[in-house]
């Protein structure tokens, strides 16, 4: 049958080196490919917009130093003042907790995962540690509230529990959350590292710990310090956890582990509902935090890009 | 009988290795001497590399992995449960087929051995040495700190090989050192090869039958016998004897084809 319209093709038809057809289909694929990937970006720009463009109406008020610089967070008092620098001092208590817990945790997982466990080990505890990743924050918050922070009151009576809420064990609790994202990332990290690598050193009888500490880590960092900073913008971003834990805080600038405490995120979720007039100070206060927010995110991932570059060992 | 005389390094006894289920190298019995240089060649998948790869038990890293017969090392059992395999690669080096340098400069490399093993004594000469011996220091001296990624193939081989000298091993295994290495830097590892016999035991699996010829004392043959039934290869050692004889006057016929370049 095919051969049949094979010969009936004439010489001129067999030597012609046009397409048989438009290709329609593979035309329209293609552009709605585009389309999803243009989506994505043109609403991150939209956003990253939306999220400056009140902060003119917010600087009428306030000014940049003040705002920078202020230790009184109070939008809602009578005599308001606006220094963001009590809920800085929340999320980045919050970061630093959670990068105490979640860099050791996640690297030593990383580390026996990728160098020790067998391959029926790693098989089972990696997907479970996936799993884990996705676990809405918000039952993780529970958790924390009913069970983990009692038995950390439980464990350090010799600290002043006079509040509810405790920024440190908020921090605590994302460090948990951040624990198989850093764990996954720098196992991806080291596992890619070649296994030549390892070889040279086993061959000059290097212990396994030395292997993994003294050449696979270092072939792997940049990866690893990925993993850091994935895990601490998760820390920064982390909403609910620090609601619920650690509690909408005090206007003042305050430190310490049982301290409630606001943090940027946990102000914006708690003020960004419907009922917010627009155009007021309060309205014009979230976008500024907001802004600062991803000011933050932005320079630490930079560092994070630049130390990368910088202590990296290549070795392709 | 000289032979009678020399020294046994390594001594294989009816050896035999796994991979899983599969028998990959069967039955090999040979000796190693001392201080002389011995290379085991034959086709793809005759098991040679899997015999040297067992001399320092990097096999272990290969957790299916499993060797049977006795490998004796100075008369005493490489596989015993007394044996340490950490210890055991601190006397018996290795260099791999490809160079597999460490992404540190060129004095970290070197000094990564000695630092392991907790070397007593000024690191600086000990790196000054080993890179000496493999005659590299006029190369490199002036750029130790540069990374070692920054070297050509060859004298990242080299570099390889000072590395594994640094810390006074009592054997070298050579997993086909120069094959990724261009004519030139062919030669100066062989000519490094031929210094280094008088202070240690070299193995070398080599796939070119003309470097088996110029460098080593003794060759070891192996071929893959696939006459025990349907797909099976299993590496097999054919003979073993001195260079010269192998390859002029080998015992076997299979040797003989192999090396004036009838089949494999």
Known sequence: MSSSIQGARSRSEKNSLRAPSPRIGEKIVISLLFLASAISVGVTIAIVISLFAPLPGFFDYVSPWEFLTGTLWAPSFLDSSFGVLPLVAGTLQVVFYALLI???????????????????????????????????TVATGLFAVFWFKPLIQELTPWLEWTSPFSIGVAGITVGIIIIPLIASVSDDAMRSVPVALREGAYALGASKMRVAVKVVLPAAISGIVASFVLGASRAIGETMVVLLVAGGGSPQLKIGF?????????????????????????????????????????TMNMIAIFFVSKFREVYD | MEQAAKNEVFSLKDMSVHYGSSLAVDSVNLPIYENEIT????????????????????????????????????????????????????????????PNPFPKSIYDNIAFGPQTLGMKGNMDEIVEGAL???????DVKDRLKDNAFGMSGGQQQRLCIAR??????????????????????????????????????????????????RVADRTAFFTVDTSRGEGSRVGTLVEHDETTKIFSNPSDERTLDYVTGKFG
Not at chain 1, 106 to 125: D, F, Q, W
Not at chain 1, 282 to 296: H, K, N, Q, T
Not at chain 2, 132 to 138: G, S, Y
Request: glycine residues 8%; contains cysteine.
């Open chain 1, 102 to 136: 979640g860099v050791p945790l996640g690297l030593g997982a990383a580390i026996y995962l990728s160098e020790y466990a067998s391959t029926r080990v790693r098989k089972t505890i990696k997907p479970i540690l996936e799993v884990l990743e996705g676990l809405p």
């Open chain 2, 164 to 213: 594994a000298i640094a810390v006074k091993p009592d054997v070298i295994l050579m997993d086909e050192p120069c094959s990724a290495l261009d004519p030139i830097s062919t030669f100066k590892i062989e000519d490094l090869m031929m210094e280094l016999k008088k202070d240690y035991t070299i193995v070398i699996v080599t796939h070119n039958m003309q470097q088996a010829a």
């Open chain 1, 258 to 298: 049982t301290e409630p405490a606001g943090a940027m995120t946990a102000f914006i979720a708690s003020r960004a509902t419907g009922e917010i007039a627009t155009g007021t100070i309060d309205y014009y206060s979230i976008f500024a935090v907001g802004s600062l927010l991803f000011v933050m995110t932005l």
């Open chain 2, 39 to 98: 290379a085991l060649i034959g086709p793809s998948g005759c098991g040679k590399s899997t015999v040297l790869r067992s001399l320092n038990r990097m096999n272990d890293l290969i957790p299916s992995a499993k060797v049977g017969g006795e490998v004796l090392y100075h008369g005493q059992d490489m596989y015993g449960s007394d044996v340490d395999p950490v210890q055991v690669r601190k006397v018996i080096g290795m260099v791999f087929q490809k």
């Open chain 2, 132 to 138: 000496k011996q493999a005659a590299l220091w006029d």
